[in-house]
């Protein structure tokens, strides 16, 4: 039964999530069999990593939408796997700023999200410069929290995450700044009706998903 209940979740989740909980399933066996004990433990640790939002998502009610499950779990996979066994940051200039700039896009929008969703959809609660600026610091806080954890994972676990130190938190910290005002400037259009289609259809997926977090959203957004 409990085998059961494990593949039925397994089979919920979007296929892309799927298929990498299956590579890091392969990479893991494989390591075991060939003895490499450090890359089995950071499939392990990346494949613990991916159910944190699954978890905390499902204790607090929140249904989130397919496209974020799909990005955090690229992120963290991408991050985590790819970066530090696969040695991408080294091979890829460019990897560390396109996770760094995506993610922090990201952070923008679920941070507008939050916010929204403690005004419980009104958009009369609060100046929307106002909802903006909010969903800006929560979006640059996760980015700091996330160099916290950078720094952690280098200083006890003897990872490279944070390559050159000083220079590259800096500029992961202003990839976050660019990124997370870019996703508050997306929620700020959104309150208007405007804004990029893709955000749009992430607020709105959002808002359906979750709509008793959002009672007072009567007042329809985009209506002026």
Known sequence: MKNFLLLAAFLRQPWPVRVIWSLLAIELCLALVERQWPLAGVALFTFGLTLVPLYVSSRIGISMPTALVVAITGFIFATIFLGEAFDFYNRFWWWDIALHGGSALGFGLVGFMFVFMLFEGDRYAAPRWAMARMAFSVAVTIGAVWEIFEF???????????????????????????????????????????????????????????????????????RR
Do not use: C, H
């Open 152 to 222: 952690g994972m280098d200083q006890i676990f003897g990872t490279n995450m944070q390559k050159s130190g000083l220079m590259d938190t800096m500029g992961d910290l202003i990839v976050d700044v660019i990124g997370g005002a870019l996703g508050a400037l997306a929620g700020w259009a959104y309150l208007y009706g405007r804004g990029p289609g893709f955000t749009r259809a992430f607020f709105e997926d959002f808002v359906a998903r979750n709509r008793r977090f959002f009672r007072k959203i009567g007042n329809r957004v985009g």
